[in-house]
């Protein structure tokens, strides 16, 4: 599992280094345990996937997006933009996750589009949350 230090807001969630699962199953004798062994496994691997997606989205919401905005050019900014609407979405769509990560994306989101000239902003109504705590 990646440090938490290495989770960065300005990149996408870390994805796990790959398990060679088949090499490790085939050192198993018994197929009762290949069965058990398999199922640990795919729940540990999703407990963890569950874990960065969590540390990588508070860390999006401890960010300063506003400081980051300033000197950056306008395509930065809306491609950062469309990854955190992203990041929303999947949110919506999981249990779980506490509400407060969803308006707090959904504040940031409001704050930088804010920050953009109105021509753009206007482009980007649809990512701008339609309800700030949905």
Known sequence: MPLQKSISPYKGT????????????????????????????????????????ELHI?????????????????????????RMHDKQMCLKETQGVHSKYRTGLAKHIENIISTLPPDLSSVLVNLRPSEAGS
């Not at 919401?61 to 395509?75: A, F, I, K, N, S």
């Open 58 to 82: 508070k860390t999006l919401c401890d960010t300063d997006w506003l400081d980051w905005c300033q000197g950056r050019p306008e395509v930065e900014v809306v491609d950062q933009l469309i």
């Open 14 to 53: 870390p994805v796990l280094a790959e398990f060679n699962t088949e090499e490790f199953i085939q050192s198993l004798d018994s197929s009762l345990i290949t069965c058990e062994v398999k199922g640990w496994y795919n729940q540990k691997r999703q407990e963890a996937n569950s874990i960065l997606q």
